[in-house]
């Protein structure tokens, strides 16, 4: 199985600031990587696919990058509404795999 | 507007069933590979079964392997997740997911239910 590892597990930033999230894959995954954000109460949304496309619909301010087994997800302005639990998924073999979450939160 | 909406979920007893549906609608059925992905109790997200639009090409949790069928009725517009033997670890939210795709290899997923909550306990 391949796991996924996230780091940070939490962080704390103000509005404006750009947030940067990693996640590692144990073996190379091409970019069958994707990204969702999940708001306390709420069903995961999916973010990004293909490790640095835009589901429909998210806002430019998401955006994320590379391939093989190092990842990252980064919001450019942080905003109160982004607060939420951001979790890595890798969709290149089976079974499928999700990082263990990194909860943002507005300092 | 694609809409996914799962029900089933309720309180069951250990070794007990139940039988999760997830009615979609807004897009062609058939032509989306489905999964359902589980969330424990202030946990983070597991999967747990793929189905292929087709039906044709199933892929299972180990955890679920032997108690656990996914299953779809196009006719109905209607993915199926019946569990069995439920354990006290299988307590969770029950999360509908379609993929982009018909297949269900190289295939992310995009949009999600509302989901559905188990609990299974005496």
């Known amino acids: 199985d391949i796991q996924m590892t996230q780091s940070p597990s939490s962080l704390s930033a103000s509005v404006g600031d750009r947030v940067t999230i990693t996640c590692r894959a144990s073996q190379g995954i091409s970019n069958y990587l994707a990204w969702f954000q999940q708001k306390p109460g709420k069903a995961p949304k999916s973010l990004i696919y293909a490790a640095s496309s835009l589901q429909s619909g998210v806002p430019s301010k998401f955006s994320g990058s590379g391939s093989g087994t190092d990842f990252t997800l980064t919001i450019s302005s942080l905003q109160p509404e982004d607060v939420a639990t951001y979790y890595c998924?890798?969709?290149?073999?089976?079974?499928?795999?999700f990082g263990g979450g990194t909860k943002v939160e507005i300092k | 507007e694609v809409q996914l909406l799962e029900s089933g979920g309720g309180l069951v007893q250990p070794g007990g069933s139940l039988r999760l549906s997830c009615a979609a609608s807004g897009f062609t059925f058939s032509n989306y590979a489905l999964s359902w992905v589980r969330q424990a109790p202030g946990k983070g997200l597991e999967w747990v079964s793929t189905?292929?639009?087709?039906?044709?090409?199933?892929f299972l949790a180990d955890s679920v392997r032997g108690r656990f069928t996914i299953s779809r009725d196009n006719s109905k517009n209607t993915l199926y997740l019946q569990m069995n033997s439920l354990r006290a670890d299988d307590t969770a939210i029950y999360y509908c997911?379609?993929?982009?795709?018909?297949?269900?290899?190289?295939?992310?997923?995009?949009?999600w239910g509302q989901g559905t909550l188990v609990s299974v306990s005496s």
């Open positions: 189905l292929s639009g087709s039906g044709d090409t199933t």
């Open positions: 997911a379609r993929m982009l795709s018909r297949l269900a290899w190289l295939v992310p997923f995009d949009y």
């Open positions: 998924q890798q969709y290149k073999s089976y079974p499928l795999t």
